[in-house]
């Protein structure tokens, strides 16, 4: 069974909650009567979560996720969101995104601690990964990534790596217009699904899904994915333009086969 590739739309602080539901409006018209082939997220901030929540609950063609939420489940932790106060709404989160990981001082352990948190309320985690453009110019970025990776594995059991979604994206890329070379994506996919491998079999590596992040847009989307690159994008600011949100999961899509 192939699996489905995966389109991750991350709205971050962009919008306001006009903005978002407006947005979601226009991406579910555009959706409609249309087939597609990729499985597609949208991440609004933690205020919208209900009204988009509603407003896809019959809508099959766009799940929804949080951008972040805090290891604990409950307790004196000023200004944080639970797991409980996301679980209603959502099937899906970011975890350690790097503006998280260097806001609030995230680590490696922490990401990992909040994956299996998540997966133990059956919500699937996208587990963000990647290297500084300090690590990338002293070729630190294989080290980085096996580092990440390693906790991962480490820290989720088989069942937990199957529903969990893995995105590549380097620090440097994100926001910046800089992009990896496909190839050097590729390999950076290669080298995590080794890694699975080694630890597990080949089975569970090639169901694990590996995605793509960092300056995305409708122009190159599709030197990302598909073969032996990754089973889908992680999308920042594309994704806040319905139309070109739209031409990306098309792209994907095309990449992987029409529906």
């Known amino acids: ?27 579910k018209n555009m959706l409609k009567g249309v ?4 499985e597609v997220v949208v991440c609004p901030s933690y205020p919208s979560l209900p009204a988009i929540a509603e407003a896809l609950k019959k809508n099959s063609k766009i799940a929804v996720g949080a951008q972040n939420v805090f290891l604990e489940e409950k307790g004196a932790y000023t200004g944080q969101v639970s797991v409980l106060d996301i679980k209603p709404f959502v ?3 970011l975890v350690g995104h790097s503006e998280v990981r260097a806001a609030a001082g995230v680590t490696d352990d922490i990401v ?8 133990g309320h059956n919500i699937n ?6 290297e ?3 690590e990338r110019r002293s070729e630190q970025t294989v080290t980085k990534i096996r580092t990440q990776v390693a906790s991962l594995i480490e820290g989720l059991d088989r069942t937990s790596l199957v529903q969990t979604v893995i995105a590549y994206e380097p620090i440097w890329a994100i926001g910046s217009g800089q992009t ?14 080794r890694q699975l491998t080694d630890r597990y079999d080949q089975e569970l590596a090639e169901r694990v899904r590996i995605i793509y992040g960092g300056s ?10 598909g073969g032996p690159n990754a089973d889908g994008l992680l999308i920042g600011g594309a994704s806040l333009h319905p139309q070109k949100f739209m031409e990306i999961i098309q792209a994907v899509d095309s990449a992987f086969g029409e529906a």
């Open 132 to 134: 500084s453009e300090e």
């Open 1 to 27: 069974m192939k699996k489905r590739p995966i389109v991750v739309g991350n709205w971050k602080m962009e919008l306001s909650h006009k903005a978002e539901l407006e947005l979601i409006r226009a991406l």
């Open 112 to 119: 990992v601690k909040t994956a299996a948190m998540l997966r």
């Open 91 to 93: 099937n899906w989160s």
């Open 180 to 193: 990896p070379d496909p190839d050097d994506v590729a390999q950076i996919v290669l080298l995590i699904r």
């Open 216 to 225: 995305v847009t409708p122009e190159n989307a599709g030197h990302y994915v």
């Open 35 to 38: 087939p597609i082939k990729s």
């Open 125 to 130: 985690p996208i587990v963000c990964i990647g």
